[in-house]
C-alpha cells in the first residue's frame, strides 16, 4: 500500500463570446505551477500552486475546428491527455483503481476537458481510443483484457443509468448499496462489454442522447446532472505459478454540474432549506474534501461524511480511498466570475492534501470465485435461518461483525449482495467472448434504426434540434420533418398520435402543427397552446424560416434546421445557443440589456457590474416562467416576477452600489406580496418542480399540503417599499432640516413623501434658533450636541392605495447605533402619522462623528405591512418615548432622564394637549385684546400726529395774522375735530410749545414699543409651543392647533405691519415738525 495525495490541475479557459463583447479582461495568470488570480477591484492577488497548470487561455487558433497552439504556452487538449490521461491509463494497467474528476462553475470548461467538443477531443474518448490502442497490440494468447463501460448520472439525488432509455421507466433511479468489501455499488447499472474504441464512441453517444431525453423531459429549466463514466478493465493472465489471475481496475472519470449551484441552499435563510435535494452531492462533496484535508493534516476524530450523498458515496474510493485520483479545477478568466473561481482554487488547494491508500487489485481468478462462493455461503445461512437475521450461528455472526459492523442492514440488503456477487461470479465464468456477443445483440435490439438512417432523414428534410442549458446536449436530438402534417403533442397516450413526443412544462395533448408542402413549412398552435418563435408569441399559422427559434410551452426550445438548400456552408448554428434563447426571449419581454448598461462608458466597454445582473436576471426570467406555468397548472394564484433590487437606495452615502437580482410573489386572490432573494428562490424552484413531478407521476393532491411543507407558503413579511435620504450635514452647523422628502423605490419611482425634521435642541429639547449655529463645525468638538428627529407622518404612499388591510412603517439607522429604529405601523392611510420623535444626544462630539455628519444620509426606509396583521418584524427595542445618548465611550444608550420625557401614554399625551389648547384659546383671546388696544393706540397717534401737523397750520396763519391784525396775546388754540381745526382760547393761552408735544408723542410710542414686544415675545412663544406638538396623535387636536396657529401668525403679521407704518410715520411727523418749528 502507498499513500498518494490526489493530484491536482487547473485549466484556464479562452474567454466566451460574451466575454469578448464585454472587453473582459483576465484574471488568472500562471507561471510554471504557480497559478495566480488577481481581484478586478482592488488589484490584489491571490496565488497557488498545483501539480499541474494548464494555460488555455490564448496563444491558439483554429484549425478546421481543431485549436491548435501557436506559442508553447497554450495546453492544448492533447498536452493535458498526456499528463493526466496517460497516468490515468498506466495506473489501470498496473492494476490501481483511478478517478478522474472536472471541478468548477457553469461554463468554466470541465466538459470540454473531460469530454470535449467536436474534433477537440477530450480526456474521455482519447484515453478510451489509447486504452484500446494497447489493447489491440495484445499477442498474448494467455492474456485477455476485457473492457466494459458504464455511464450514470445524478440529478436531484438519484441515480439514472444513462445506457438505458429514459422510457425503460427507472422511477425513483436506482439503488445504492453497500457491499462489504468493495464500498458502494450502483444495483442493476448496466455495464457493457466493449470490444473496441468505436463501440464505447456509440455507448457514449447513446448515453449523450438519453441524458438530453431525460434533461428535456424534465419539467424544469435546469436540469444539470453529474455525470460518472465507469470503465472497468480487467486483465485476466495466468501468474508464474499458472494461476489464472485477476487484475482489475475501476476508472472513474467524472463530469461534474457546475459548482456554484452548491452554494444555492445554503445562505437562503429559507424556512425550507432542508428542502431540495437538488445540491446535496455537490455541497456533501466540498464538506468531504474539507474533512479529509482535515484528516490528512493530523486532525484527529474526522467524520467524513461520505453517506450524506449520492455523489459522494460513489467516489469514496476516489476521495482518501482505494484510488490514484485527479481532479481538473476549470477556471473561467472574466474578472466577473472572480469570486467563482477564487472559491475553486481555494477547493482545489484543499483537495490537494488529501491521502489516498490505493493498493493494486489483483487475485488469483480461483480465489475471488471461492470467496465470493464463502460469502454467498453465509449471505444465505443468514436469511434462510428461521427468525431472519435475528437468530445467528457463530460464523454468521462473525461475518456479520466483520463486513457490517455498526450498519444497518436489511433482508432485502442481504439479498442484494447476494445477486451481486451471482453476477461477478457469473461474469468469471461466463466467457468473455459470450458476453461481448450477448452485449452486441441487445445492442441492435434497442438500436432498430442505424443512426445513419435517422442522419439520412436530417440531410433530406428540415428538422428541429434541441437547444438545452448544457452545451454537451445541444443539438443532440434531431426530429426531422418530412413532407405531410407534423403533429407535436404530450407524450402519453394521446388521440391524435403525436409524431414527435414531448414531456416538458406546459406540453399540451397536441399542441403545434407543423406542415411541410415540399417547398416551405407552417407551424401553427392548436388551441392557443404556448407557443414563442423568435421571442414573439405566435397564434395563428405562421411561415418558419431556417434557423428560427422556437419555444414550446414554458422550457422546450429547438432551433428550425430548414432545407438542405437553405443550409448555407457556415450557418453559426453555435451562435443560437440556450443564452441567445433566453437573451431574445428577455429582450422580447421589454428586458433589453440597454437598460442595464445605461451609463456604460463606450471606449470602456460595459460596466461589469451591470454584466454581471444582466447575466442573472437572463438566468432568472425563465425560471420565473416556469414557476408561474407549474403555478397556473396546480391552480395556485401566485404570480412570480424578477425585478432588480438597487443596493443605493440602502446605501448611506449615497453611492451608486451594486445591485442584485430578487424575486416579486403577488397572490393574485388578495394581493398579498412576498419578495424573496435569488438564492431563495431558486431553492424554492427546485422544490417546486419535485412537488410538480410528484403531482404529474404520483397525482398527489396539492391541496392536502400543510403550509410548513408548501414552498409557495411563506408567512407574510413586511416589503421595502422605498427610501429617502436626508443628508446631514446641516446638523453639523447647528442647523436643522426640516424637508419634505421623496421616497423612490429600486426603479426610481415616487412611493410617497415623507415629512422629516432634524432640529439642534438644548438638553431640555427646546429646539436652537438660528443664532446659535455655527460656522465652522469644529467648534462643536467636544461639546455635546443634542437634535432632535421627528419623523411626522407621510403622504400619498402608493402602497395603501385601493388597499385595506395594508399599512406602513419607517425605519432608519443613525451613525454607529446598532439598534434600528422603527416607528409604528399605521394601517389603511395613505397619509400615515407615525408621530415619531427621538433626541439624540452626543457627548461628546468628536471628528469622527462630525465626518459622519458631513459626509451621511440619513436613510429613511419605508416599509409595507399587509394582512391587516400584526407583522411578526422585531420592533426596535428601544421604546419611542426613549432618548438615545451617545457618551464619552462611543457606546449608545437609551435615556429617560434630564426632564426629557415625553408623555408616556397616548391618554396622558392627549390630555396635555388638550390643556395646551385651551391655553392657547386663551392666549388667542389675550391676544386679539392687544391687537384691539394696539389698533387703538395707533388710532390716536395717528389723531395727534394729525393735531401736530394742525398745530403747525395754525400757528403760521397766527404769526401771519398777528404781524397784519395785531391780535390780543398771540396765542391760538387748536382743537382737533373731524379734521377741522378750530382756534379755542384756552389752548392759545397756554404756552404754544412743540417740546411738549414732542414729549408726548415719544412717550406714547415708547409704550406702544414695548407693549408690542411684549405681544410679539408672547407670540414667538406660542408659536414654539405649536411646533413642539406638531406630531399630536389626535388628528381633531391637531387641526385646532393647527388652526390656532395661523391665526396666531396672521396676528403677528399684522402686528408687525403696524408698528412699522407708525414708526415710520411718527418719525416723519416728529422729524417735520422739528424742522418747522426750528423755522418758527
Ligand atoms: N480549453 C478550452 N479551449 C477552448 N474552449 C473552451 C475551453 N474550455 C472551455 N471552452 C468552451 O467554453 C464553453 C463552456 O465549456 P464547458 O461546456 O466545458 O463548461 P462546463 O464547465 O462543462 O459547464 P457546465 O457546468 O455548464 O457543464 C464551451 O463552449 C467550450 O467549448
Ligand atoms: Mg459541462
Not at 9 to 35: D, H, L, W
Not at 84 to 99: E, S
Not at 288 to 309: E, F, H, Q, W
Not at 735 to 747: C, L, P, S, W
Amino acid at each position: 500500500m502507498s499513500a498518494d495525495s490526489v493530484k491536482v490541475a487547473v485549466r484556464v479557459r479562452p474567454f466566451n463570446q460574451r466575454e469578448k463583447n464585454a472587453n473582459s479582461k483576465c484574471v488568472i495568470s500562471m507561471s510554471g505551477n504557480a497559478t495566480t488570480i488577481t481581484n478586478p477591484d482592488n488589484g490584489k492577488t491571490h496565488t497557488f500552486a498545483f501539480d499541474y497548470s494548464y494555460w488555455s487561455h490564448d496563444c491558439f487558433k483554429e484549425e478546421n475546428g481543431v485549436f491548435v497552439s501557436t506559442d508553447t504556452k497554450y495546453a492544448d487538449q492533447n498536452i493535458v491527455f498526456n499528463s493526466l490521461g496517460k497516468g490515468v491509463l498506466d495506473n489501470a494497467w498496473q492494476g490501481y483503481n483511478a478517478a478522474l474528476f472536472a471541478y468548477g462553475q457553469t461554463g468554466s470548461g470541465k466538459s470540454y476537458s473531460m469530454i470535449g467538443y467536436g474534433p477537440n477531443r477530450g480526456i474521455v474518448p482519447i484515453t478510451c481510443d489509447e486504452l484500446f490502442k494497447v489493447i489491440d497490440q495484445n499477442t498474448d494468447k494467455n492474456k485477455q483484457l476485457q473492457v466494459s463501460y458504464s455511464m450514470l448520472e445524478i440529478y436531484n439525488e438519484q441515480v439514472r443509468d444513462l445506457l438505458t432509455k429514459p422510457s425503460h421507466g427507472q422511477r425513483g433511479g436506482l439503488k445504492i448499496r453497500q457491499h462489504p468489501q468493495s464500498g458502494f455499488f450502483v444495483e442493476g447499472l448496466k455495464s457493457v462489454p466493449v470490444r473496441c474504441y468505436k463501440e464505447i464512441e456509440r455507448l457514449m453517444d447513446d448515453g449523450t442522447v438519453n441524458r438530453t431525453t431525460a434533461s428535456t423531459n424534465m419539467n424544469a429549466t435546469s436540469s444539470r446532472s453529474h455525470m460518472v463514466i465507469t470503465i472497468k478493465f480487467k486483465q485476466v493472465f495466468l501468474n508464474e505459478f499458472g494461476e489464472s489471475t485477476t487484475k482489475s481496475s475501476e476508472i472513474s472519470l467524472v463530469d461534474l454540474a457546475g459548482s456554484e449551484r452548491a452554494d444555492s441552499t445554503g445562505a437562503t435563510g429559507d424556512r425550507l432549506k432542508e428542502g431540495s435535494a437538488i445540491n446535496q452531492s455537490l455541497s456533501t462533496l466540498g464538506n468531504v474534501i474539507s474533512a479529509l484535508a482535515d484528516k490528512a493534516m493530523g486532525k484527529k476524530k474526522v467524520l467524513v461524511p461520505y453517506r450524506d450523498s449520492v455523489l459522494t458515496k460513489l467516489l469514496q474510493g476516489a476521495l482518501g480511498g482505494n484510488s490514484r485520483t485527479i481532479m481538473i479545477a476549470a477556471l473561467s478568466p472574466a474578472g466577473i466570475n472572480y469570486e467563482e473561481t477564487l472559491s475553486t482554487l481555494r477547493y482545489a488547494d484543499r483537495a490537494k492534501k488529501i491521502q489516498n491508500k490505493a493498493k493494486i487489485n489483483e487475485s488469483p481468478t480461483d480465489r475471488l470465485i471461492r470467496e465470493l462462493k464463502e460469502e454467498n455461503a453465509k449471505l444465505q445461512a443468514m436469511l434462510s435461518k428461521s427468525g431472519g437475521l435475528g437468530s445467528r450461528d457463530g460464523a454468521v455472526s462473525e461475518y456479520i461483525e466483520r463486513f457490517f459492523k455498526d450498519k444497518d442492514y436489511s433482508e432485502n440488503d442481504l439479498e442484494m449482495l447476494l445477486k451481486e456477487n451471482e453476477r461477478k461470479m457469473s461474469e468469471i465464468n461466463t466467457a468473455w467472448e459470450q458476453r461481448l456477443e450477448e452485449a452486441r445483440k441487445e445492442w441492435e435490439k434497442i438500436h432498430p434504426v442505424s443512426v445513419s438512417e435517422s442522419d439520412n432523414l436530417t440531410k433530406q428534410y428540415p428538422f428541429l434540434q434541441n437547444v438545452n442549458e448544457d452545451l454537451q446536449l445541444c443539438g443532440v436530438i434531431k426530429y426531422p420533418l418530412p413532407e405531410g402534417q407534423t403533429v407535436i403533442g404530450r407524450a402519453g397516450n394521446t388521440p391524435q398520435g403525436n409524431k414527435i413526443q414531448l414531456k416538458g412544462l406546459g406540453i399540451q395533448g397536441s399542441h403545434v402543427l407543423v406542415c411541410n408542402t415540399g417547398t416551405s413549412v407552417t407551424l401553427e398552435p392548436i388551441d392557443v397552446a404556448k407557443t414563442i418563435v423568435n421571442g414573439l408569441h405566435v397564434v395563428q399559422q405562421i411561415e418558419l424560416r431556417h434557423l428560427d427559434r422556437i419555444k414550446l410551452g414554458s422550457n422546450s426550445i429547438f432551433l428550425y434546421i430548414g432545407f438542405p438548400h437553405e443550409r448555407k456552408n457556415k450557418d453559426d448554428i453555435n451562435k443560437y445557443d440556450y443564452e441567445f434563447f433566453q437573451s431574445e426571449l428577455a429582450e422580447a419581454e421589454g428586458f433589453g440589456n440597454e437598460q442595464f448598461f445605461q451609463k456604460e462608458d463606450k471606449d470602456a466597454g460595459p460596466d461589469p457590474a451591470a454584466l454581471r445582473i444582466y447575466d442573472d436576471f437572463i438566468k432568472i426570467l425563465p425560471m420565473t416562467a416556469e414557476v408561474n406555468a407549474i403555478s397556473e397548472e396546480l391552480g395556485k394564484k401566485l404570480v412570480f416576477e424578477p425585478y432588480i433590487k438597487n443596493l443605493a437606495s440602502h446605501d448611506a452615502l449615497g453611492r451608486d452600489k451594486a445591485k442584485e437580482v430578487e424575486v416579486r410573489i403577488v397572490d393574485k386572490e388578495n394581493n398579498h406580496v412576498w419578495v424573496w432573494s435569488k438564492p431563495k428562490f431558486i431553492n424554492r424552484k427546485f422544490i417546486i418542480e419535485e412537488l410538480y413531478q410528484n403531482y404529474v407521476e404520483n397525482e398527489i393532491d396539492i391541496s392536502e399540503i400543510d403550509e410548513e411543507h408548501d414552498p409557495f407558503w411563506d408567512p407574510l413579511e413586511p416589503v421595502f417599499l422605498g427610501s429617502a435620504h436626508i443628508w446631514l450635514q446641516s446638523l453639523a452647523y447647528l442647523m436643522g432640516v426640516d424637508d419634505q422628502i421623496e421616497i423612490h423605490n429600486y426603479k426610481g419611482e415616487e412611493e410617497g413623501i415623507v415629512q422629516c425634521s432634524l432640529k439642534p435642541c438644548d438638553n431640555k429639547k427646546n429646539l436652537l434658533g438660528d443664532d446659535a449655529m455655527v460656522l465652522d463645525p469644529t467648534d462643536l468638538l467636544n461639546t455635546r450636541l443634542d437634535f432632535m428627529m421627528c419623523l411626522s407622518h407621510c403622504l400619498g404612499v402608493k402602497w395603501v392605495k385601493n388597499e385595506n388591510t395594508r399599512g406602513t412603517f419607517c425605519k432608519f439607522e443613525f451613525y454607529n447605533c446598532e439598534e434600528e429604529f422603527e416607528t409604528k405601523t399605521v394601517w389603511t392611510t395613505r397619509n400615515p402619522d407615525y408621530a415619531f420623535r427621538k433626541q439624540f444626544t452626543i457627548q461628546p462630539v468628536d471628528m469622527e462623528f462630525l465626518t459622519y455628519l458631513q459626509t451621511h444620509a440619513l436613510v429613511v426606509q419605508l416599509w409595507g405591512t399587509q394582512g391587516g396583521t400584526v407583522s411578526n418584524r422585531k420592533l426596535s427595542t428601544v421604546s419611542l418615548t426613549e432618548n438615545m445618548l451617545r457618551d464619552r465611550s462611543g457606546s449608545w444608550m437609551a435615556h429617560d432622564n434630564q426632564g426629557l420625557e415625553l408623555l408616556l401614554s397616548k391618554e396622558k399625551e392627549i390630555s396635555a394637549l388638550k390643556k395646551k389648547l385651551r391655553q392657547q384659546e386663551d392666549d388667542g383671546l389675550i391676544l386679539k385684546d392687544a391687537y384691539d388696544s394696539a389698533r387703538k393706540e395707533v388710532f390716536s397717534l395717528k389723531q395727534k400726529l394729525e393735531i401736530l401737523r394742525t398745530a403747525k397750520g395754525a400757528k403760521s396763519a397766527l404769526k401771519n395774522k398777528s404781524s397784519a391784525v395785531n391780535g390780543s396775546n398771540g396765542h391760538v388754540t387748536v382743537n382737533v375735530m373731524n379734521g377741522h381745526v378750530t382756534p379755542t382760547p384756552q389752548s392759545i393761552d397756554r404756552p404754544a410749545s412743540a417740546a411738549s408735544i414732542d414729549a408726548e408723542i415719544a412717550r406714547a410710542l415708547k409704550v406702544f414699543f414695548k407693549d408690542i414686544k411684549g405681544v410679539q415675545q408672547e407670540l414667538k412663544e406660542l408659536r414654539t409651543d405649536s411646533e413642539k406638538i406638531s406630531d399630536d396623535p389626535a388628528d381633531m387636536l391637531k387641526r385646532s392647533l393647527l388652526q390656532q396657529h395661523q391665526t396666531v401668525c396672521n396676528i403677528e403679521d399684522d402686528l408687525s405691519a403696524c408698528v412699522s407704518s407708525l414708526k415710520t410715520n411718527v418719525t416723519t411727523a416728529i422729524r417735520n415738525m422739528k424742522k418747522q418749528s426750528a423755522m418758527i
